[in-house]
Every structure is written in structure tokens, then in C-alpha cells.
């Protein structure tokens, strides 16, 4: 299977981001057809793994922030969630917001997520994220 492998990415060639190959296709990784017009596009297991690796990446770059481990679960949840959404370098644009967390002010927290450009974008996301950091609960239909 090494053999192959290697094979395989030295015909393809590895590609982080998505690129057109040669049949105009849109393509990611070692030749993966993701287009909607007859590619094979991801699995549920793959779609799950890269969603894991995703909370990952989130939970390693928030914990950056030294308040973000005293959260708890619930606000440590939407953080994530915003910073899966916007990326870190976008989210630490949002000073107040974040002074706030770090005083455990998660009214004003919440409202600052909420009078943002990104809010206007997301819509209810921002809502249910802003409403978990105000509360510390997750809302009733997650439970």
C-alpha cells in the first residue's frame, strides 16, 4: 500500500486547497473529484474526522487565551463554535467581546458578539452563541 500510495501522489500531486484539474473539476488532497457534477465529494466519516480535527485546531487556539479554560463548558462550546466560524485571526478582532470573557462579563460579552458585522452575517447563529455565553446554557434543543 506504501508503494501505491506514493505512487499515487507523485501522479496526482497533494493539494491543501481546493484547485481545477485538468477536466476542470474541482479537486482537493491527492486527486479527490469534490465537484458537484460527478465528483465523489466527502463521506460522513470524513466530513466527521475533519470536523474533529477542526475542534482541535479551536480548542488548541483558544487556549491562548488564558480565561478560556476557567469556562465553562457551555461558553467554552460557542467559543469554538465562533472561532470554527470566523477563524482566530478574525475573532481576535473582537477586543471588547473578548475583554469581557476575560472579566466574566458575558452580558456584555454577548452583546458585543452581537453589535458586529459578523452577527448581521450569521444571524441566528450569533443569536444562540451570544444567548450561550449570556446564560452558560445550552438552548433546548440541544438537551
Same mark, same amino acid.
Given at each position: 500500500?506504501?508503494?501505491?500510495?506514493?505512487?499515487?501522489?507523485?501522479?496526482?500531486?497533494?493539494?491543501?486547497?481546493?484547485?481545477?484539474?485538468?477536466?476542470?473539476?474541482?479537486?482537493?488532497?491527492?486527486?479527490?473529484?469534490?465537484?458537484?457534477?460527478?465528483?465523489?465529494?466527502?463521506?460522513?466519516?470524513?466530513?466527521?474526522?475533519?470536523?474533529? +480535527?477542526?475542534?482541535?485546531?479551536?480548542?488548541? @487556539? &483558544? !487556549?491562548?487565551?488564558?480565561?478560556?479554560?476557567?469556562?465553562? =463548558?457551555?461558553?467554552?462550546?460557542?467559543?469554538?463554535?465562533?472561532?470554527?466560524?470566523?477563524?482566530?485571526?478574525?475573532?481576535?478582532?473582537?477586543?471588547?467581546?473578548?475583554?469581557?470573557?476575560?472579566?466574566?462579563?458575558?452580558?456584555?460579552?454577548?452583546?458585543?458578539?452581537?453589535?458586529?458585522?459578523?452577527? +448581521?452575517?450569521?444571524?441566528?447563529?450569533?443569536? @444562540? &452563541? !451570544?444567548?450561550?455565553?449570556?446564560?452558560?446554557?445550552?438552548? =433546548?434543543?440541544?438537551?
Amino acid at each position: 500500500m506504501t508503494r501505491l500510495k506514493e505512487m499515487l501522489k507523485r501522479h496526482e500531486g497533494i493539494r491543501q486547497f481546493v484547485y481545477q484539474c485538468s477536466a476542470n473539476k474541482l479537486t482537493i488532497g491527492v486527486g479527490r473529484n469534490i465537484d458537484e457534477d460527478g465528483g465523489i465529494g466527502l463521506s460522513l466519516d470524513e466530513i466527521n474526522y475533519l470536523l474533529d +480535527s477542526d475542534i482541535v485546531r479551536c480548542l488548541r @487556539e &483558544l !487556549s491562548g487565551f488564558d480565561w478560556f479554560s476557567e469556562l465553562d =463548558e457551555v461558553r467554552q462550546d460557542a467559543m469554538v463554535s465562533i472561532c470554527l466560524n470566523l477563524g482566530l485571526p478574525r475573532l481576535k478582532g473582537f477586543e471588547l467581546a473578548l475583554n469581557a470573557m476575560s472579566l466574566r462579563l458575558y452580558e456584555e460579552a454577548a452583546s458585543e458578539f452581537l453589535d458586529s458585522k459578523w452577527a +448581521s452575517q450569521v444571524g441566528y447563529r450569533a443569536k @444562540e &452563541l !451570544s444567548e450561550m455565553i449570556r446564560t452558560g446554557d445550552y438552548p =433546548e434543543e440541544y438537551n
